[in-house]
């Protein structure tokens, strides 16, 4: 998510990995060894469902198993909840909040919190909102929501379809749009809410649901846990958070263990030289042909000082400087985006960045005083580890409660959610954020025929299949819970 860029649009979180890949490259680990003996990356219908078998199942076996009961129980309260959870959906779908306005969609969580149950506190960090259940001595569990739209103009042609306008805090009229699939997780997390205070009996502890805002710009976590959530509130011992995928087929969950979203960082960089007459470049120190040396140098910091090993990325993501053939520039200004999964290749990476900046400045004759200014984002961030012992625990209950053929092992991505920050607190609670699969398998049909790539997260075609989505969400999140707080 990329928090940290000067224009609202980049300001959008990528959080959502927005480059597409081939869909049997992504998900489909499996079929990707398949399909590329064969010497292509095209994937069928079938071989999706191979892949999810196979991938399947290397999967732990659940500790536990619940009993069937238990799990007709739970469908049937789903049946019952679902006409309402899909008329919320529509709901929240055609009412998006850009980031740090969801005033509305708050206050709609909160009060469906408060109406399953819950004590509920709002303004947390901003719009904010947290429910408590007490259910006795056990486990605190935190299960985290977010609430943001993106500023993205909807083309889905679904009759919910958002309309939304609104002025983002440039002052311009934007359309708004959940283009991240934030109103699915919502929906879920009230599903969830419900079926956990009915089925109380069946668990003990304390459940903390929090609905989190600015998300999409990476601010909602930090604001959240600097007005005290792990201080007011129970302090949690797992949290968990599920994200849509526009990937995976809809009824399919998926999970990744250990680091499965990367360190998200922002750099300013201002290049300075000399200006002065395009033909007397001998006068001046020309900041462009700097900044070209300088965007190519930086490439050495991935591929020449990085383990192969460790992933990492430096994208130069902007550049501007000069305004006319004829005149060479003072300044030349960059916008790089940098991930990482560990703080030792991300604080390796900012270092080297100043160093080589530095160095190709005093190598061009720059006094200090010009020499390149580095500016660091304050606000990064940091990247999403699951707990491996936790996400395995939640693999085997994905085995037991959504079944073996429509659970994925995933592979990590360098996106980024604020998500992480709930593990790197002083409390080191463990975490896991899992993937949800929400893709029509029509559009998997027509993507397999036409090769026509699927529409990601942020896109403005973006569309989760509600049903089987959201049962799958709230099997799969409650299923969570009862698991970790079982009595
Ligand atoms: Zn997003
Ligand atoms: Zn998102």
Known sequence: MSTHHSSLESKSSDLCFPEREPFSRRYCPVSLAKTAARGTWKVNFLSIFGAVLTAAS???????????????RVDQSI??????????????????ELSLQEMETARRIADELEKAGFEVTRNVGGHGLVGVLRNGSGP????????DGLPVQEQTGVAYASTVQTTDEKGDTVSVMHACGHDVHMTVFVGTARLLKELKDHWRGTLVMIGQPAEERGKGARAM?????????PVPDYCIALHSNAAMLAGTVGYVEGFSLANVDSVDITIRGVGGHGAWPHATKDPIVLAAQTILALQTIVSREI??????????????????????????R???????????????????IRRITRGLAEAAGLPEK????????????????????????LAGVFQDWIGGDRVLKQQPVMGGEDFGMYGRTESKTPICMFWLGTVDPELIRKHEETGVALPTLHSSQFRPLPEPTIRTGVRAMTAVVLELAKK
């Open 58 to 72: 290397p999967c732990a076996q659940p500790d536990s198993q619940a009993s069937a009961e238990m799990k007709a």
């Open 79 to 96: 049946n019952r909840e679902y006409p309402s959870l899909e008329a919320l959906y529509k709901h929240l779908h055609s009412h998006p």
């Open 140 to 147: 605190t569990i935190l299960v985290r929501t977010d609430l």
């Open 225 to 233: 846990l600097n007005d005290g959530l792990f201080k007011r509130f």
């Open 307 to 332: 383990s192969p090993l460790d992933p990492a990325v430096v994208t130069v993501g902007s550049i501007h400087g000069g305004s006319k053939h004829n005149i060479i520039a003072d300044e030349v």
């Open 334 to 352: 960059l916008q790089l985006t940098l991930r990482s999964y560990s703080d030792d290749v991300r604080n390796h990476t900012i270092d080297a």
């Open 370 to 393: 010009l020499h390149p200014i580095v500016a660091l984002q304050d606000e990064h961030t940091p990247a999403t580890f699951n707990d491996p012992e936790l996400t395995r625990r």
